[in-house]
């Protein structure tokens, strides 16, 4: 039967059971679309990722045979919506039959039903058969159950997939080495150089920038270092295990003004473009774990595994089980606009002015940048979820919704009132100071909480905390920082509140 089948951007599963016979009914379909560049504004290292790793796809795949239609987003036929793009070439191939692979995105997923219900040809959705989960895995799994904790989920998982299990016991005789992640990164051990590609990326960007598509962000032209073949992400993956590994778990984290990448994998948008599978790294990582265990502790592995087979499988299945009124979820009732330093790096908060320019420099951040310096200031500054999720979904590589909403929104923000997390991560300096350098050359002082110089961190949590009480009067897990806060004194308290509200009604002044 005559069938057209489509492939979205996020979708590059070369081992996907579609393509493991060529059929010359079938004809696939991608398309570089203004419906996905436009649905926010995205750093340009992430549209030329995607359109480059798409473009790899669609040409490897066709050498293999299959047959491609591939609309690049300068193509003056180029309908740039999917629904048109759809019944375009159903209508030209005289195709009979429609099928997708089931995106991960809620606002896909209804749009490729809504698509289906219109055609008049039958039609068909696939797994991506990408993940260790099905969407609604996590939902049964946790039915009827109060809290949703992510070590429970994760202890099955390493069981169900039998990883790191010796006879039903967990290797190394324990679920979870977190304590031993903590280490502060000194200039010791030394942080190997980071894997290259050095691509050419200029006549893509000319073609981006001529399609008048929005970004923002920094690129070398000359020098583009993302994965965007699966070969490429096979070395990076094999780098990691060689070189960063045995490392990974300490300095998880660290943070440092010199080093940007630490012992971090950078496989995210490997497996986010589906182009590595989450089963294929672990089975990689723990195939060059068990035949080097006197080289590498196991805590560096087990902490690195807990974030794919546990972080990764958990917040997809917590983005289906609450979707779509998690994307207007914000419990705290926050308000206030993202400064403009976010899109230029421009402060005089150190640790700020480094995740932010690194964002915008690299389209990367690690974990903790993330939650304890970005994430941390946003919500100690009460921004509207639905700016700073605008901000993560724009500026990372890897930002698709599943993953960013569950993170930014969820875990970040609080926003959900506790459904990812138990408790909001929110610091004072002192966290920051404890973990990296950025303190030590910094305008302001870490230990001060009061006057010019005082790191606006300090003044901004004690703020939050007085004024989201109410929110937190019932949570046990914030019952220590609530009583501290009830025995700070009065007119400290006054006055640490004044200078927070001179950083929120004015933080591109600091
Ligand atoms: P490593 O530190 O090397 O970790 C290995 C892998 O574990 C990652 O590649 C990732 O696939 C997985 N992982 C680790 N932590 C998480 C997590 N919390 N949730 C899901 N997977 C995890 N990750 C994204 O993939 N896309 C996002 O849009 C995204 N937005 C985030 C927003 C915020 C506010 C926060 C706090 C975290 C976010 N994360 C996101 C999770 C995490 O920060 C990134 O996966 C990680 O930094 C990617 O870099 P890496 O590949 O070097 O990761
Ligand atoms: Fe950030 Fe405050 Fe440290 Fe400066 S002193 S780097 S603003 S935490």
Known sequence: ?????????????????????????????????????????????????????????????????????????????????????????????KAEKFEYQLPDEYRLDEQLKNICDALDVETEAFDTEHFYTTRYELKDFFEGKKQLIMENFYRTMRKKHDVMMVNDQPDGGKWNFDQSNRKKWKGEPKIPNEKTFGKNIENLITAIENAE??????????????????????????????????????????????????????????????????????????????????????????????????????????????MPNYSTLNKLENQNELPDFFWTGKTDMNCLKHSIGQSLDEAYAHHIQRLMIIGNYALLTQIHPDEVDKWYLGVYIDAIEWVEITNTRGMSQFADGGIVATKPYVSSANYIHKMGNYCSDCTYSHTKKLGENACPFNALYWNFLDEKKEHFKNNNRMAMMMSLLDKKDKEELSELKKRAQAVIQNPDNF
Not at 221 to 245: A, G, H, Q
Request: proline share 2%; with cysteine; charged share 25%.
């Open 1 to 93: 039967m005559k069938t057209i089948r489509l492939i979205l951007g996020d979708q590059l599963n070369q081992k996907h059971s579609w393509f493991n016979d060529v059929d010359e009914d079938i004809t696939y379909v991608m398309a570089e679309m203004r419906q996905e560049t436009d649905y926010v504004k995205h750093h340009i290292q992430k549209v030329v990722a995607f359109f480059l790793s798409m473009r790899n796809f669609s040409t490897t795949l066709s050498e293999k045979g299959h047959q491609f239609i591939y609309l690049k987003i300068s193509d003056e036929d180029n309908p740039q919506n999917l629904e048109k793009i759809i019944t375009t070439y159903i209508n030209k191939t």
């Open 213 to 322: 598509v929005k970004t923002f962000g920094n690129i070398k032209p000359d020098n583009f270092n993302w994965p965007t073949t699966r070969e490429e992400c096979l070395s990076v993956l094999e780098y990691f295990c060689k070189e960063l590994l045995v490392h990974f778990g300490d300095y998880q984290d660290a943070m440092h003004t010199e080093e940007k990448f630490l012992f971090h994998s950078r496989l995210s948008f490997a497996m986010n473009s589906k182009m590595l599978s989450p089963k294929e790294v672990i089975d990689t990582v723990l195939d060059h774990y068990y035949q080097n265990t006197e080289a590498i502790a196991i805590s560096q592995v087990e902490g690195f595994i807990r974030q794919i087979l546990g972080w990764r499988e958990y917040m997809r299945g917590i983005y289906w089980k609450e």
